[in-house]
């Protein structure tokens, strides 16, 4: 499931390749195409270019040049971008095709949960981005200090929670949480300020990797590299990895490494 450092990999696909003017739009599946139809969308976009791409979240936002528009993407559960030559045939799951002179963007998607939004001006590009929280790799320590001590809830659902912090998804605060030694079922209120600073550095280190990588990367000395093994070894001490629900999320932790809490 695409989170902040899959996004990134998509912003890098989209700011290493899109240059010229969009020569034409083709919706493979108007079900993704959202706030707009097909013929606004073609109308909005054919002869125009974009800005450099940003993203917030989970969220890519591509501003068009000279215009209040921007198409906003999300990736949901299944999504990707992909830049193909246009010779190159369409995989089944591609739903937008933006063809510019030199290649094709290509939004795909199997599960179609999100989709692609065309904002005409700020305040409905805010609209579709709603309240979302600070992005995670601007978080700073003494805001997470403050966000935690105030939410009486598990912090693995702050951490996820898009309204508080956006952009990471179940991998990433695993991984992050495991680094720290923390428990996800622990109370965000419970965690003292030298647990905040070591969840907040141990943040900082993740996302730096994942971003190099535009994934959470599945590597031998990371819990990520483990959890999908049956039941998976923590690389950091040899126990057996725990597996359970935690919120809704299925979720991984070493039970030696991450104590569960008052026990
Ligand atoms: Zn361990």
């Known amino acids: 499931m695409p989170e902040l450092a899959d996004v990134e990999g998509f912003r890098r696909v989209f700011n290493d390749h899109v240059r010229g003017a969009v020569r034409a739009v083709r919706v493979r599946d108007a079900q993704v195409v959202r706030h707009t139809s097909r013929r606004t969308l073609a109308k909005a976009l054919e002869g125009q270019r974009f800005d450099a791409a940003r993203r917030h979240g989970k969220w890519l936002i591509a501003p068009v040049h000279g215009s209040d528009d921007a198409v906003l993407l999300h990736f949901g559960m299944t999504g990707s971008l992909e830049w193909a030559d246009a010779h190159e045939q369409e995989h089944r799951h591609d739903r937008v095709v933006l063809a510019f002179d030199d290649g094709e963007l290509r939004y795909r998607d199997m599960r179609k949960l999100e989709g692609l939004h065309l904002t005409r001006g700020d305040t409905a590009r805010d609209r579709v981005l709603g309240d979302l929280g600070v992005d995670a790799t601007e978080v700073t320590r003494e805001h997470l200090y403050d966000?935690?001590?105030?939410?009486?809830?598990?912090?693995?659902?702050?951490?996820?929670?898009?309204?508080?912090?956006?952009?990471?998804?179940?991998?990433?605060?695993?991984?992050?949480?495991?680094?720290?030694?923390?428990?996800?079922?622990?109370?965000?209120?419970?965690?003292?300020?030298?647990?905040?600073?070591?969840?907040?550095?141990?943040?900082?280190?993740?996302?730096?990797?994942?971003?190099?990588?535009?994934?959470?990367?599945?590597?031998?000395?990371?819990?990520?590299?483990?959890?999908?093994?049956?039941?998976?070894?923590?690389?950091?001490?040899?126990?057996?990895?725990?597996?359970?629900?935690?919120?809704?999320?299925?979720?991984?932790?070493?039970?030696?490494?991450?104590?569960?809490?008052n026990k």
């Open 147 to 261: 966000l935690l001590a105030h939410r009486d809830r598990q912090v693995k659902a702050v951490l996820m929670d898009q309204y508080e912090i956006a952009g990471l998804g179940t991998l990433l605060v695993d991984e992050i949480l495991w680094r720290a030694r923390i428990h996800p079922r622990t109370r965000a209120s419970a965690l003292s300020a030298q647990d905040c600073g070591r969840l907040h550095a141990r943040m900082r280190t993740v996302l730096r990797h994942a971003i190099d990588a535009g994934r959470v990367p599945p590597r031998d000395s990371w819990l990520t590299g483990h959890r999908d093994d049956d039941p998976g070894t923590c690389p950091r001490c040899g126990s057996t990895l725990s597996h359970g629900r935690v919120g809704s999320r299925s979720t991984a932790w070493c039970s030696r490494c991450q104590p569960e809490p």
